[in-house]
């Protein structure tokens, strides 16, 4: 069965340093994996996905993750964190076959000026 | 830039009532997805349609939720009778067929009292 944990119920940094949201995974076969953001009585945004070739992918907003096989897991990050980036994030994963996202719990980030 | 549409945006209803969400997902999308995420937690899936077929139905309380897409175009998602339990955001979301990502509408945020 697929699953995502999200270990961190919240991520606190300050403003202009860099910021990491972890997401670990487990899936039958390759995995496609997701990130998305979420604000206050918002749908889900898409940031960035991994789906083969190069393990950092960059994303919207600045945002960037890091596939690592071996360690099955695809954490978020951003080298200059900004207070609007203050948001509840989501990390998300699927197989190849067109079965739905599975989502983590996610991860509230919270960035003080 | 084409977007998910749901309507309506909030909806506050009494127990044992009868609600239902509309959601028109984004043109060309074969693959539409329902999913309800619980406040503090990540979204989860009811339902998941190819065109008007449901691939996916195994997560919907299928003794209350019921969900259509008749042309394979827009969908409905009803509850019947609404729940104490049902209080939660109701989130459409859908993609190509091919595709990976899937984009998300702005959600319904249902209210049982």
Redesign the interface.
Known sequence: AQS?AQPEDQVNVAEGNPLTVKCTYSVSGNP?L?W?VQYP??????LL?Y?TGDNLVKGSYGFEAEFNKSQTSFHLKKPSALVSDSALY?CAVRDQA?????????TTLSVSS | EAEVAQSPRYKITEKSQAVAFWCDPISGHATLYWYRQILGQGPELLVQFQDESVVDDSQLPKDRFSAERLKGVDSTLKIQPAELGDSAMYLCASRVLMGTEAFFGQGTRLTVV
């Open positions: 995502v496609y997701f998305y009585n918002r749908g889900l945004q898409f996905k789906i989501f067109g079965t739905a996202l599975i989502f983590g719990k996610g």
